[in-house]
């Protein structure tokens, strides 16, 4: 019984022995690579979400516009890209109501109002040494766009007016950045950080009021805010300029390459 059980024993040895010589042979011939590189003739769709944009993002008293919809990047050499940003934002809203009045008429409200707001950056960007995976670059890129505000509100009461106000800015300006990204393993993916100085001007800041009555009669005005109650102007010039940075995290996805 005990000669058996030995025998046993070392069948069970030289089996796992053998599995062993086995799983510690030559392994696949698949390479992961680091520092896989685009080339000439890749193409990518990248997002990159501002701190801003994530700080506006779980603020609840912010406005929200979101992250950019889609943006390219195209690579004309392993060291010279081609990017174009876009981002369009859009919100309506409509709202229909009595005001309270304890005494005295009680007018009814019947407001739409729409805001738009969109954005194209087409830019270059410049990448350094191609032979290690971080990859380093500085760029260039425009931004150009346009801003529509559209209130327009009607109020019955004693006397019905209907109030149209209307604001369309245009936007142009530039940006410098600087970035570096990292290639993971043999993926097309990269995740990488930029620093961004940017200067815009924003141009047409003025809102046109044109309030009428049912029977015809019609002023027209304009607000640097769209409230009438802080100024009211026969005519009006306006524009806004401002200087910034920011910090975007970038995740890029590439899915053509020459190479």
Request: hydrophobic content about 35%; aromatic content about 12%; glycine content about 12%.
């Amino acid at each position: 019984m005990r000669k058996t059980f030995c025998i046993i024993i070392s069948c069970i040895c030289l089996s796992m022995g053998g599995f062993a010589q086995i799983s510690e042979g030559a392994t696949n011939s698949t390479v992961i690579r680091t520092g896989n590189r685009p080339g000439a003739g890749t193409f990518g769709i990248y997002v990159g979400p501002s701190l801003n944009d994530i700080l506006n993002l779980v603020d609840k008293n912010i406005s929200w516009r979101g992250f950019p919809i889609v943006n390219f990047k195209y690579y004309r050499s392993s060291q010279l890209e081609f990017r174009l940003g876009m981002q369009f934002y859009s919100i309506s809203t409509k709202t229909k109501g009595t005001v309270f009045a304890p005494a005295g008429p009680t007018p009814t409200y019947d407001t739409k109002s729409k805001e738009s707001y969109n954005r194209i950056t087409p830019g270059v960007a410049y990448h350094f040494s191609s032979k290690n995976i971080v990859d380093v670059y500085l760029g260039a890129s425009i931004i150009l766009g346009y801003d529509i505000d559209i209130i327009n509100w009607a109020s019955s009461s004693e006397i019905t007016l209907i109030n149209k106000v209307k604001r369309t800015s245009f936007v142009m300006g530039g940006e410098a950045f600087i970035g570096l990204q990292c290639f993971v393993a043999d993926l097309p993916l990269a995740i990488g950080l930029e620093y961004g100085i940017s200067g815009l001007g924003e141009f047409g800041q003025k809102y046109k009021h044109e309030v009428g009555t049912i029977d015809g009669v019609t002023q027209t005005f304009y607000t640097t805010d769209g409230d009438e109650n802080t100024g009211v102007y026969s005519k009006l010039k306006s524009s806004k300029g401002n200087v910034g940075n920011d910090v975007r995290l970038t995740i890029s996805y590439y899915f053509h390459n020459n190479k």
